[in-house]
């Protein structure tokens, strides 16, 4: 009785060992046919190609010729850069549909060759990046250089984030570069190495052409990220890049406002007009703070997103896509030209809603002014900042 169960224990054993081994055997069988699927597809569908390059570039009319083996290299380095960063390059050319408008037409007014608005490109991907260096903007301007070329550059305004004036600023250097150079080549490296950098290295090696020039490796390869950005959003096909018109981006409409008296908050100024702050920060980056300083006989124009004027007391006031703040009746502005700096001595018992409300400003303005900490209580004697309209 005993060994008819044992044996039947050990069949049942056997049948149980015999179908986990044959499942196993499967799963493997079945890994290793995904595994050689998978192999297969890759080596079948996967490529990557190198690029065939030309004989000679051109920027501005310039021509560069790729004879030379370490400008050949330093070429195909950038055109494959570019290429095979895919994701960067399809933001690069959505982008331009919103930018390159503005840029081209502002480099047409200026006689400034059309090539250089790639050169924005290389600097910033046409996006308000800043760099470890402090260099801002579309043109990736250094904040001396920005005032140089007549950018107002403070805490409210930073016209490095102007689309139109950083792009007018560039084009005065570019000029001014010219004039020092003959050569746009060498204006674009200098805008890379600045202009007494670039002249220094052609007076030490007695060379005045750009790709002869041995250069630090950022500027050496400079230009031609620039020209490999230029050869790749000018034949987007060419190069495997298919964007539709309509996914490009946009030029936003708007209407303009001239900022001919201070605004305490626009904040208010915008949630009084049907808009909102995200709003006017994204079509006037310019603006670094919710309020703005104007001084006597001075003026701003600020764009108002058009689809939201219609829908506001703006609308009755537009006169030929402008209007002027000066003629609104709003709380978030008052009949002045000139924002004031006091100061207030915190009393016991105060608070920042208290303050704000006896200078008629928001908390936002004092904590900004100030650099508070919000979840801080204020402290007996503390010496505020108070920025205000008015008297």
């Not at 990557?48 to 030379?68: C, R």
């Not at 037409?105 to 046409?126: C, N, T």
């Amino acid at each position: 009785m005993n060994f008819l169960k044992l044996k039947k224990q050990y069949w049942i054993f056997a049948a149980t060992c015999l179908f986990l081994g044959l499942s196993l055997g499967l799963f493997i069988q079945a890994t290793d046919t995904e595994d050689q699927k998978a192999k297969q597809g890759f080596t079948q569908s996967y490529q990557v190609y190198s690029i065939e390059l030309p004989a000679e570039l051109s920027f501005a009319n310039e021509k560069i010729s790729l004879q030379d083996q370490d400008v050949l290299e330093r070429y195909d380095r950038e055109l494959l850069t570019n290429v095979y960063y895919q994701s960067q390059m399809l933001l690069y050319i959505k982008r331009a549909g919103r930018f390159f408008p503005t840029i081209e037409r502002i480099l047409k007014e200026q006689q400034i060759p059309q090539d250089f608005k790639y050169l924005a490109v290389a600097e910033s991907g046409l996006q308000l990046v800043v760099s470890p260096a402090g260099a801002a903007g579309y043109w990736q301007f250094l904040d001396k250089t920005g005032k140089h070329y007549g950018l107002e550059v403070n805490e409210e305004v930073d016209e490095r984030y102007h689309i139109e004036k950083s792009t007018l600023a560039a084009c005065a250097y570019f000029k001014d570069a010219y004039a020092q150079f003959g050569s746009w080549a060498l204006v674009a490296a200098s805008y890379n190495m600045g202009i007494e950098g670039v002249k220094r290295q052609m007076k030490s090696q007695h060379l005045n052409t750009y790709e002869d020039l041995y250069l630090n490796t950022e500027t050496s390869r400079y230009l031609f990220r620039i020209i490999a950005i230029k050869e790749v959003m000018e034949n987007p096909e060419k190069y495997g890049f298919h964007v539709p018109f309509n996914q490009l981006y946009k030029e936003p409409e708007s209407v303009t406002l001239i900022a001919d008296i201070s605004i305490s908050s626009l904040v208010e100024l915008a949630h009084d007009n049907a808009s909102n702050y995200k709003l006017i920060k994204w079509f006037n980056p310019w603006l670094r703070k919710p309020f703005l300083n104007v001084s006597a006989g001075k003026t701003y124009a600020i764009k108002w997103p058009a689809a939201q004027v219609q829908n506001s007391a703006l609308a009755t006031k537009l006169s030929n896509g402008v209007l002027r703040l000066s003629d609104l009746q709003t709380d978030s502005i008052e009949k002045t030209d000139l924002i004031g700096v006091i100061t207030h001595q915190v009393m016991q018992g105060e608070t920042l809603e208290s303050i704000a409300k006896k200078y008629r400003i928001s908390k936002e303005i004092i904590l900004e002014s100030n650099q508070l900490n919000p979840s801080l209580p204020l402290k007996v004697n503390q010496i505020l900042v108070i920025k205000k309209v008015g008297g």
